[in-house]
T-cell receptor, first 115, second 114 residues
Framework: AQSVTQLDSQVPVFEEAPVELRCNYSSSVSVYLFWYVQYPNQGLQLLLKYLSGSTLVESINGFEAEFNKSQTSFHLRKPSVHISDTAEYFCAVSDGGTSYGKLTFGQGTILTVHP | NAGVTQTPKFQVLKTGQSMTLQCAQDMNHNSMYWYRQDPGMGLRLIYYSASEGTTDKGEVPNGYNVSRLNKREFSLRLESAAPSQTSVYFC?????????????FGSGTRLTVV
């Protein structure tokens, strides 16, 4: 069985400050890793994903995440946040086997960016 | 706009009532999923349909049933609603069942059972 732990339920930061949202996973097989973002009263949107290859993946709006196999982590970072980044962020894992792409989600981290 | 459409957006039920949540996608996706979202628990899979004509239980299937009506539509039914089913329900779809394909989520149904 696989599981995901997001280590912070809430992260408050000031605008233009850097931020890191932490995610650890456990799985007995090779995994695919995802970060989703949920803006208020909306569904989830894919932010970025790691499937294979380079361990550093980036999104179009400045977020990046690094897959660290030895530490079983996939932390999300942004060097300078904006008010518009305020949202809930979910880390998710899917194994590469026959699970039909089922995702296991973490508990979510609410990022609040203050002016 | 193309995507996943869920109806209704909001619903209040009395304990013991039944209802069906509707989900339709127009992206010709093969796989569809129902998740529930509860505070501090992330999203948990209720049921999924890897392809038209198949359905399987997820992590929390008790109290729910599903129907994959056709390739586009995947409904979730609560036969006898309970307060523990108060939640936000999300439908999602993906082109194929493989883990490397990304999900498209609907905007959710907020259900309250009193």
């Amino acid at each position: 069985a696989q599981s995901v732990t997001q280590l912070d339920s809430q992260v408050p930061v000031f605008e233009e400050a850097p931020v890191e949202l932490r995610c650890n996973y456990s799985s007995s097989v090779s995994v695919y890793l995802f970060w989703y973002v949920q803006y208020p009263n909306q569904g989830l949107q894919l932010l970025l994903k790691y499937l294979s290859g380079s361990t550093l993946v980036e999104s179009i709006n400045g977020f990046e995440a690094e897959f660290n196999k030895s530490q079983t982590s996939f932390h999300l970072r942004k060097p300078s946040v904006h008010i518009s980044d305020t949202a809930e962020y979910f880390c998710a894992v899917s194994d590469g086997g026959t699970s039909y792409g089922k995702l296991t989600f973490g508990q979510g981290t609410i990022l609040t960016v203050h002016p | 706009n193309a995507g996943v459409t869920q109806t209704p957006k909001f619903q209040v039920l009395k304990t013991g009532q039944s209802m069906t949540l509707q989900c339709a996608q127009d992206m010709n996706h093969n796989s569809m999923y129902w998740y529930r979202q509860d505070p501090g628990m992330g999203l948990r899979l209720i049921y999924y349909s890897a392809s038209e004509g198949t359905t399987d239980k997820g992590e929390v299937p008790n109290g729910y049933n599903v129907s994959r009506l056709n390739k586009r539509e995947f409904s979730l039914r609560l036969e006898s609603a309970a307060p523990s089913q108060t939640s936000v329900y999300f439908c999602a779809s993906k082109l194929q069942g493989g883990a490397n394909y990304g999900y498209t989520f609907g905007s959710g149904t907020r259900l309250t059972v009193v």
